[in-house]
């Protein structure tokens, strides 16, 4: 049980971090626009975050002025609760259905998303389809890891 507790800790520090560092990126780019550097991390990495941002995307309001620092109280606030098996499995749970809505919002974004189609379907090597590969694939672990690890101790009889 322990160990699932660090994998679900370990995951939803993760997947708030993402969200932490989009945002920051975000700040830090429109405080020096002249880095090609930030201007590749906005527009490359963290694109499923700048499409989520977009006035029409239902996560629109998660993104605000308060957000980066939310991020890292909700970060710390994860950290602080590592301990308590219920806590974590709910954030970890959160966590998921946010990564979930993200990857919605980026593949819908992209255009990725078709009704019918008779053309190739390529997965194209880019740093955003990484990022969202990791953080769906290790919240998907953490909530599977989380639900295993009741179920074990249910069998037991605790």
Known sequence: MAAASSVQTGVSLLVIGA???AEGS???LSAW???PWLWWLEL???RP???ARAEGSPLHGLFGPATF???LALMLAVWLARRRPFTVAV???LCFAATLALTYGWLDGTGSLRAASLGAVAARPRADLV???VMSSASLAGVVLGHASYLRRIARGR
Request: hydrophobic share 60%.
């Open 91 to 93: 954030t970890s749970n």
């Open 69 to 71: 620092w939310l991020a």
């Open 49 to 51: 975050f700048e499409l």
């Open 44 to 46: 490359e990495l963290f």
């Open 19 to 21: 969200f932490a560092a």
């Open 33 to 35: 626009p002249g880095s």
């Open 131 to 133: 990022l969202v590969a």
């Open 26 to 28: 975000a700040r830090a």
